[in-house]
């Protein structure tokens, strides 16, 4: 991941959060942008097969800030995870750029099976706290001018 994308993520928090005060606090003191920037280092590793070292990156993320993302999710830019405590994101789970979950989100399966079995989240889709969102169920996107205003 590059020093551009990481800056476009903490701008990213900074800009939908009032409470933040600066880029600083929250690279050191938010723990979804802690969770999704293991994540994206979970995520290149399973992908380029080191599945073991993927899901123990995934496991220390879990342990470090209480948010738990499957190596083999899909997360999209920008995306913010706010009070995550209890977020729980599965591994076929796809989510799109500008996107924000709330604490104790779940993205899950309903399935044994292999194959997709959790959601898609479009992009700046905003899923409110306690949201349970089972199967491989597509969000819809709604445009209104440049910004995106779908809610889930």
């Known amino acids: 991941m590059s020093f551009k994308a990481i800056r476009s993520d903490l701008e990213a928090i900074r800009a939908r ?3 933040a005060r600066s880029l600083v606090e929250v ?3 938010y723990p979804g942008f802690h969770a999704v920037s293991l994540h994206r280092l979970a995520n290149a590793a399973w992908r380029n097969g080191f599945k073991l070292f993927g899901r123990l990156v995934s496991v220390l993320g879990r342990f470090a800030t209480g948010i738990e993302i499957h190596p083999g999710a899909s997360i999209g830019r920008r995306v913010f995870i706010d009070h995550g405590m209890g977020v729980v994101i ?3 789970a796809e ?6 979950l709330y604490q104790g ?3 899950g399966g309903t399935t044994l099976g292999h194959g997709k ?4 989240l479009a992009a700046g889709v905003i899923v409110g706290a306690g949201a349970k969102i089972l199967g491989p169920f597509r969000s819809e ?5 440049k910004e995106c205003r779908s809610r889930w």
């Open 27 to 29: 690279a050191l003191c």
């Open 117 to 120: 079995r959790h959601p898609t």
């Open 141 to 145: 996107e709604r445009r209104v001018g």
């Open 95 to 100: 989510i799109g750029d500008d996107v924000t």
């Open 17 to 19: 959060d009032p409470a």
């Open 90 to 92: 599965g591994e076929t």
């Open 105 to 107: 989100v779940t993205l």
